[in-house]
């Protein structure tokens, strides 16, 4: 596990960085410590995860609002991407998906964007600290966006393990309020074991391998999933990889970089 410690930037943050240091059992960093893999830093513009320099890649933090996101939204190709073809999203329909591995959000986003609503899980403590940080900030952001503001309404976030969640939701016959037989479709997009030419992994992605590991236990999700699911399962896979639980899908969507296994249950409706 690489060393973590908590910094913040202005002391008025001084309340949030001792909650974030309790809840995370991480340290908050005193003086000018060097012996630190990353820091996570509590600014006035949101939480990141900042690595030490000698790794060579900058901050990671979770912003709906601006950059990347900002510009998928609106350019990104609405229903015509893959993702949105993937999970059945179209003019008449707008599943309610489950994102039982939430990671930092990107995925749920561009599905609350194109209507869906979209309940995340995340299991890791500190990517579920940068995720629920970013849904917050765009929340706060949203007054004075009225389309962000619908696409926020539609986000939920649950820290948990999906496995335990699941079993948890079975029991109460619901999951976040919502009878479980409301669930549409289930989506999951697991960690790959990074492959042997790391070189093509993104510096960032390596990050991400560092804080959460390679999500080893994956293949017992496919099979909840389906239990759940009412439509299909959506599984998101680097091109080329080997099936979740080794199980064929009923087709998959291949891009260059990224295949969409789907398992389909029922015809979508529309
Ligand atoms: C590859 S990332 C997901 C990326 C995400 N689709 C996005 O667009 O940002 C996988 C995430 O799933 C989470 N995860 C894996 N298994 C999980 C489980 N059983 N319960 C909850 N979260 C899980 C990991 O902690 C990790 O953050």
């Given at each position: 596990?690489?060393?973590?410690?908590?910094?913040?930037?202005?002391?008025?943050?001084?309340?949030?960085?001792?909650?974030?240091?309790?809840?995370?059992?991480?340290?908050?960093?005193?003086?000018?410590?060097?012996?630190?893999?990353?820091?996570?830093?509590?600014?006035?513009?949101?939480?990141?995860?900042?690595?030490?320099?000698?790794?060579?890649?900058?901050?990671?933090?979770?912003?709906?609002?601006?950059?990347?996101?900002?510009?998928?939204?609106?350019?990104?190709?609405?229903?015509?991407?893959a993702i949105?073809?993937a999970?059945?999203?179209?003019?008449?329909?707008?599943?309610?998906?489950?994102?039982?591995t939430?990671g930092?959000?990107?995925d749920?986003?561009?599905?609350?964007?194109?209507?869906?609503?979209?309940?995340?899980?995340?299991?890791?403590?500190?990517?579920?600290?940068?995720?629920?940080?970013?849904?917050?900030?765009?929340?706060?952001?949203?007054?004075?966006?009225?389309?962000?503001?619908?696409?926020?309404?539609?986000?939920?976030?649950?820290?948990?393990?999906?496995?335990?969640?699941?079993?948890?939701?079975?029991?109460?016959?619901?999951?976040?309020?919502?009878?479980?037989?409301?669930?549409?479709?289930?989506y999951l997009d697991p960690m790959f074991p990074e492959r042997k030419k790391s070189?093509k992994v993104k510096?960032?992605m390596?990050?991400f391998h560092?804080?959460v590991g390679t999500d080893s236990d994956a293949d017992g999700l496919l099979?909840?999933a389906?239990?759940?699911?009412?439509?299909?399962v959506v599984v998101k896979r680097p091109a080329g990889a080997i099936y979740l639980a080794e199980k064929k899908p009923s087709y998959s969507l291949e891009g260059k970089s990224t295949r969409y296994d789907i398992y389909?249950?029922?015809?979508?409706?529309?």
């Amino acid at each position: 596990m690489p060393i973590i410690e908590i910094v913040f930037t202005s002391p008025n943050l001084n309340h949030r960085a001792q909650q974030l240091s309790e809840k995370l059992q991480l340290p908050l960093r005193e003086g000018d410590s060097v012996n630190y893999d990353y820091l996570l830093e509590l600014s006035e513009s949101g939480l990141s995860l900042v690595p030490s320099a000698d790794k060579g890649y900058g901050p990671i933090s979770c912003d709906f609002v601006g950059g990347s996101h900002s510009h998928r939204r609106r350019f990104g190709g609405g229903n015509g991407q893959a993702i949105a073809k993937a999970i059945g999203v179209s003019g008449k329909f707008s599943p309610r998906v489950l994102d039982l591995t939430a990671g930092l959000g990107g995925d749920g986003f561009v599905l609350a964007s194109l209507g869906c609503s979209v309940t995340m899980v995340e299991r890791n403590p500190i990517v579920h600290s940068l995720l629920a940080d970013g849904l917050a900030r765009a929340v706060t952001n949203a007054e004075d966006d009225s389309e962000l503001r619908e696409i926020m309404h539609r986000c939920r976030l649950v820290e948990a393990n999906s496995v335990d969640y699941l079993q948890q939701a079975e029991k109460g016959g619901a999951v976040e309020g919502r009878d479980l037989a409301s669930i549409d479709v289930v989506y999951l997009d697991p960690m790959f074991p990074e492959r042997k030419k790391s070189a093509k992994v993104k510096k960032q992605m390596q990050a991400f391998h560092a804080i959460v590991g390679t999500d080893s236990d994956a293949d017992g999700l496919l099979a909840l999933a389906l239990n759940v699911a009412t439509y299909r399962v959506v599984v998101k896979r680097p091109a080329g990889a080997i099936y979740l639980a080794e199980k064929k899908p009923s087709y998959s969507l291949e891009g260059k970089s990224t295949r969409y296994d789907i398992y389909t249950l029922k015809k979508l409706p529309g």
